[in-house]
């Protein structure tokens, strides 16, 4: 199972979504469409905007279903991006 590391491409703060976009294109997508897990690592991440977790989750979750997110673990998330995470979560799942 992959890790990625966000904080190397954010910094504390999880705001751009072009690079959200990115690790979902190279890590995210690849890792489920060959039936693997994926590790998110926000360590030293402060905080994230909800469009950032969006843009790094949401599509995967309309192109793969509910299921994909079974895949994709988030490790050392303060309660905030816990928070941003579970909205999202819960928006696409109501949406499908």
Request: with cysteine; glycine share 6%; proline share 2%.
């Amino acid at each position: 199972m992959n890790e990625v590391r966000i904080f190397p491409m954010v910094g504390q703060f999880a705001g751009n979504k072009d690079v959200a976009r990115e690790i979902r294109l190279r890590h995210i997508l690849p890792a489920i469409e060959i039936g693997e897990g994926i590790i998110l690592d926000f360590e030293n991440v402060d905080s994230a905007t909800q469009s950032f977790i969006h843009a790094m989750i949401s599509d995967v979750i309309r192109k793969k279903g509910a299921e994909a997110i079974e895949k994709i673990y988030f490790k050392n998330c303060n309660v905030t991006i816990q928070k941003i995470i579970n909205i999202v979560v819960q928006y696409m799942q109501e949406s499908l």
